[in-house]
């Protein structure tokens, strides 16, 4: 039997995340843990433990007393709030990790997830179509940090077997919990200011292509990439993943066509910059071609599901 423990659950991909893993694997067979108190969402559904990924004593303990089968780690500090605190952002996020590979291999843990980002990818990037291996020169912490462990999970696997799998998330976009301070967060706000307000002042121009994903073609690639057999996983570093492009203009005029008085203006913000350095599309045959990868949302259904269940449900 799986005993799963869901590091950072209290996130905007830890809530989603969890419910679904509690719904396939049985909620007591998953431990949802974060710093912070514990998310509306998953205090009634489940084991909780208030846990700082920091504290490798503490985790440890726990996984030993829990006999965890299983970690996905999914604490970080991203793009954007790690630019106001660079240090601090590296240090959470590299140390975490580095707590999380050794309890696996002390531990024995049968299976690690650790996401990793298409802020991999810089200014150097071709920005179209972007390919799993390419140029790749982060220019933020948060893409910095990504990339270094990215290349520690592959080092891992190399050198003690663990078998960690990651993938390269695009900017997801969930009603159930709040962003988390990254740059792809105005294509939550906006549909959530469009039903209050009817109107959204963007902090990225109109024309700023970003690869997004709705989050529960981003859940089912987490769980179909943590069930595929381990000799179908090539790629020990992390695997591209895409699912839509599109622009603050575009995604505007997809929630014009429910709510025809909608209007958005833009008043770009230090965000824009991150924004530019990333690519404007992602392909990822390779996660197609390993284990059958095939997104589901596009911008028009996306758009509809986010409506309908913001309007059905207060915000979490
Ligand atoms: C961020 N939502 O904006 C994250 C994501 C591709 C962007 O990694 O930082």
């Known amino acids: 039997m799986e005993k799963i423990l869901v590091i950072g659950a209290g996130g905007q991909i830890g809530v989603e995340l969890t419910l679904a893993l509690r719904a396939k ?66 240090d959470i996020n590299m140390k975490s990790l580095m707590n999380i590979l050794d309890i696996c291999v002390e531990q024995k843990v049968s299976k690690l997830y650790w996401p990793s980002s298409i802020a991999v990818f810089g200014n150097t990037t071709p920005k179209e179509n972007t390919e799993q291996k390419t140029i790749i020169e982060p220019v933020t912490v948060y ?23 990651s993938l390269r998330y695009p900017g997801l976009i969930s ?24 109107s959204y002042e963007c ?50 005029e997809a929630i014009q066509k429910h709510i025809p008085g909608f209007t958005i203006s833009y008043a770009p913000d230090f965000r824009q910059k991150i924004a530019d350095s990333w ?8 996660a197609e071609k390993d284990w059958g990868w095939k997104a589901e949302y596009d911008l028009e259904k996306m758009t509809a599901a986010m409506l309908e269940n913001l309007k059905t449900v207060k915000r979490m």
């Open 143 to 165: 893409g910095i940090s990504k990339y270094a462990g990215e290349l520690w999970c592959q080092y891992y696997f190399d050198k003690y077997g663990l078998d960690v799998r």
């Open 25 to 90: 694997y049985g909620q007591d067979n998953v431990i949802a843990s974060d710093i912070r108190e514990p998310h509306v969402l998953l205090a009634d559904s489940g084991p909780y433990v208030q846990l700082d990924v920091m504290n490798s004593n503490a985790v440890s303990l726990l996984v030993q007393k829990e006999k965890v089968t299983q970690i996905y780690l999914l604490a970080a500090i991203l793009s954007a709030t790690g630019e106001k605190n660079p240090l601090w952002a590296w």
């Open 279 to 286: 690519p404007k599309s992602i392909e990822d045959k390779e």
């Open 175 to 198: 009603w159930k919990s709040a962003p988390g301070g990254g740059t792809t967060d105005y294509a939550i706000d906006i549909y959530i200011e469009a039903l209050k307000k009817q």
């Open 203 to 252: 902090f990225l121009s109109e024309h700023t292509y970003l690869p997004m994903m709705y989050m529960d073609d981003a859940i089912r690639a987490t769980i179909e990439l943590m069930e595929a057999p381990k000799e179908s996983i090539k790629n020990r570093m992390s695997y591209n993943l895409s699912g839509m492009s599109f622009s603050p203009k575009e995604i505007s």
